[in-house]
């Protein structure tokens, strides 16, 4: 029930393009959804982040859709760059619990 | 503004030799995580700290792995002794305050144990 699924594990998309990375979990107690970007040999860091009480929250080019009947959400990348090839985490919380569980990761490829 | 400090950036041991990583918090900050990631099982929380008090270690693996916060700024992650399963990289992130308080991620620990 503490397990957040990823999909897909690897993304290649056009310069320009969108890319668009799932999530899901089961555990209905979870109320904070972070997206991690990690580049090689550097920490995750944070993203974009959503609580459950609003569906969409954007910044710049970065958006997460959040469906809370379904228990998903996704992030969306909008006129993809180069700079954007990394690897992207979702993660869910339950704030009471302060406990971060992250999903596998997925590597995201821009080509030019 | 220094981020979360991480020593060393790598570490490589023999088996059954102690291994001891660092970490320094943000200053200000009063929740300290430690984490392992590693291809297989990806980024998994063994242990987290607030105000200097050990939380929820059920993510260490073994009694091999310990953590201690000997002041409010410093974490240390000691295995003893390491085995090549605990080769992984490991890092630290730190927070101001609890629940869905951004984690800040140090540069990690890449530990390889032959």
């Known amino acids: 029930q503490q397990q957040v699924k990823q999909s897909p594990q690897s993304l290649i998309v056009q310069k320009g393009g969108i890319s668009i990375i799932n999530c899901a979990y089961e555990n209905t107690a979870f109320d904070y959804f972070p997206w991690y970007q990690q580049f090689p040999g550097k920490g995750p860091a944070l993203l974009i982040a959503?609580?459950?009480?609003?569906s969409e929250k954007k910044e710049g080019r970065f958006t997460i859709s959040f469906n809370k009947s379904a228990k998903q959400f996704s992030l969306h990348i909008m006129d993809s760059q180069p700079g954007d090839s990394a690897t992207y985490f979702c993660a869910a919380m339950s704030i009471g619990a302060q406990k971060l569980v992250f999903g596998q990761g997925t590597r995201l490829t821009i080509n030019p | 503004d220094a981020g979360v400090i991480q020593s060393p950036r790598h570490e490589v041991t023999e088996m059954g030799q102690e291994v001891t990583l660092r970490c320094k918090l943000i200053?200000?900050?009063?929740?300290l995580f430690w984490y392992r990631q590693t291809m297989m099982r990806g980024l998994e929380l063994l242990i987290y700290?607030?105000?200097?008090?050990?939380?929820?270690d059920s993510g260490m693996p073994e009694d091999r792995f310990s953590a201690k916060m000997p002041n409010a700024s410093f974490s240390t992650l000691k295995i003893q002794p390491s085995e090549p399963r605990d080769s992984a990289v490991y890092f630290c992130?730190?927070?101001?305050?609890?629940?869905?308080?951004?984690?800040?991620f140090g540069p990690g620990t890449r530990l390889t144990v032959t």
């Open positions: 959503i609580r459950p009480d609003v």
């Open positions: 200053s200000g900050h009063n929740s």
């Open positions: 700290f607030n105000n200097n008090v050990p939380i929820d």
């Open positions: 992130a730190s927070s101001l305050g609890t629940g869905g308080n951004e984690q800040y």
